[in-house]
């Protein structure tokens, strides 16, 4: 689950995570009132002004900016706040700008001696550990980074049983050159970090920039920071912070009856159990000249109603132009979910896109039957090779 920068700075800071103090606001009119608050609490005379959407670059985009007076924090959310903010992660469409987070400036005067770092925590799927992944090239895009210089990146496994070691943060400090108080503050920082990554069931923190200002403290400039969904029913209070705006309706939808859905922009639309399967469908789906419009698996417990949502779910793309359903009946029966199509057939009504079912397994000769007496205009396919044929002359 992904969520804001205010809010994972917020759980940053229960950790002890250096962060800058901000208030987060949703209206003009509150903006003068934000600034001043921030100014109270910290004692700063600049603010950075950021719009608050799921996606990076908003910089670029003209979604952060630094003002230097209270009349230039207000002129700067009249600007952004409710702008459809175009990223290179965003798309043509951009995002709308709901939230705005005011924030004390921390690139005050000593320019020359602030320093900007790129640092996160994830899993390393080869080594099946957290790794920290830091650079001094901080404030740019890693994988410009990682591609023109990648002796610049480096790389600290965390040892699953024993956590980060005092001696592991002490040679990321080094590694980034640091020495004196920033070398202390450098070290506190990536073990904060560490505990709050772990403690938070998180799948992803990335702090670019981790700053050093220049007095030599250390603070999250942004965070990044995404939660394991399946972890969530251990922390019930992060289910709040979903924004529910920044998601794609479908995938919301699909959330809502427990399927896996990702919206591609193919024209061949989905329906499959198990994530393998899904894979070699697209990869089907590919070769036969077609493109995923999805990602959708319906699980191995998949009733009719499941089947019949998700059949919803793919109908709503106008992109679609054919429906490919590849069900292989080990859990789920081929009988339900085929029921599931003819349910949802008869409450949609006519469906406008060739539908090819492929279903093998437990009860498939039954499904077989309920769909040839169901009268719809389905075409039934036994073999892979066979189904992307149908999916070949259906595009």
């Not at 804001?4 to 509150?30: A, C, R, W």
């Not at 895009?141 to 600290?156: F, G, M, N, S």
């Not at 793309?317 to 949802?344: E, M, T, W, Y």
């Amino acid at each position: 689950m992904n969520i804001h920068e205010y809010q994972g700075k917020s759980i940053l800071k229960k950790f002890n995570v250096n962060v800058p103090f901000g208030v987060v606001i949703d209206d003009v009119l509150q903006a003068e009132a934000a600034a001043r608050e921030v100014q109270e609490k910290t004692g700063t005379n600049t603010w950075a002004v950021k719009a608050q959407i799921h996606a990076g670059g908003r910089g670029k985009g003209g979604g952060v900016k630094i003002a230097k007076t209270i009349e230039e924090v207000k002129q700067y959310v009249r600007e952004i706040l409710g702008m459809q903010l175009i990223t290179h992660q965003t798309g043509p469409q951009g995002k709308k700008v709901n939230w705005i987070l005011i924030e004390q400036g921390i690139y005050y005067p000593g320019e020359s001696l602030v320093r900007e770092f790129y640092m996160s925590l994830l899993l390393n799927r080869i080594t099946g550990r957290s790794v920290i992944m830091y650079s001094t090239e901080g404030g740019m895009d890693i994988e410009a980074v990682a591609e023109k210089t990648p002796h610049l990146i480096h790389r600290e496994d965390i040892h699953p049983g024993a956590g980060l070691q005092t001696f592991q943060a002490r040679k990321i400090a080094f590694n980034l050159g640091l020495e004196g108080k920033a070398f202390k503050g450098m070290t506190a920082f990536v073990t904060a970090l560490c505990k709050a990554y772990e403690a938070s069931d998180a799948s992803l923190f990335e702090i670019n920039p981790v700053l050093k200002t220049s007095d030599d403290c250390i603070f999250a400039a942004d965070a990044k920071v995404n939660l394991d969904d399946n972890a969530l029913f251990r922390h019930p209070e992060y289910s709040a912070l979903r924004d529910l705006s920044e998601e794609d309706p479908a995938e919301v939808e699909a959330s809502a009856h427990n399927l896996n859905f990702i919206k591609l922009t193919g024209d061949v639309g989905c329906m499959v159990n198990g994530a393998g399967l899904a894979m070699a469908t697209m990869d089907i789906i590919k070769l036969s000249g077609g493109e995923p419009a999805n990602f959708l698996d319906v699980g191995g417990t998949a009733s009719a109603q499941t089947v019949e949502a998700g059949f919803r779910i793919i109908l709503k793309d106008p992109s679609v132009k054919a429906i490919l359903i590849n069900i292989f009946g080990g859990i789920v029966r081929c009988d339900r979910v085929a029921q599931g199509v003819v349910d949802a057939s008869r409450s949609i009504g006519t469906i406008p896109v060739p539908v090819i079912v492929r279903l093998q397994g437990t009860n498939a000769a039954e499904a077989k039957t309920l769909l040839d007496q169901s009268g719809l205009k389905v075409f039934s396919a036994v073999s892979l090779g066979e189904a992307a044929a149908l999916v070949k002359k259906s595009v």
